[in-house]
Nanobody
Framework: QVQLVESGGGLVQAGNSLRLACAAS????????MGWFRQAPGKERVFVAA????????DYAESVKGRFTISRDYAKNTVYLQMNSLKPEDTAVYYC???????????????????WGQGTQVTVAS
């Protein structure tokens, strides 16, 4: 129903910023939410941030609250993750995800999502 293409990853020094983008195509108007998840080496994929597509209501992991901002450009069918004050522990592959239809879980739950982007590497050097 939805296809996602991510961009914006890279290598930065601790304290600096990056902005990730995820462009969606397909039946985007019916999406329930879009989210960002990340997977660090040797770790499970965890929730980072999510946004309700229609209402723009957001949710954040406690570890990124106050540093990261998720937003969407409705007209461009694109969701962004502005990452400020980056820390080495933010190093991970970041995945964009689309919740095409609400399946009953919170938008912080990876199992709620139906479509996933290819992932983009974010590396924060100390």
């Amino acid at each position: 129903q939805v296809q996602l293409v991510e961009s914006g990853g890279g290598l930065v020094q601790a304290g600096n910023s990056l902005r990730l983008a995820c462009a969606a195509s397909g039946r985007t108007q019916s999406m329930y939410a879009m989210g960002w998840f990340r997977q660090a080496p040797g770790k499970e994929r965890v929730f980072v941030a999510a946004i309700r597509w229609n209402t723009a209501i957001t949710d954040y992991a406690e570890s990124v609250k106050g540093r990261f901002t998720i937003s969407r450009d409705y007209a461009k069918n694109t969701v962004y993750l502005q990452m400020n004050s980056l820390k080495p522990e933010d190093t991970a592959v970041y995945y964009c995800a689309a919740d095409n239809q609400w399946a009953g879980s919170r938008i912080s739950n990876a199992h709620e999502y139906d479509t996933w982007g290819q992932g983009t590497q974010v590396t924060v050097a100390s």
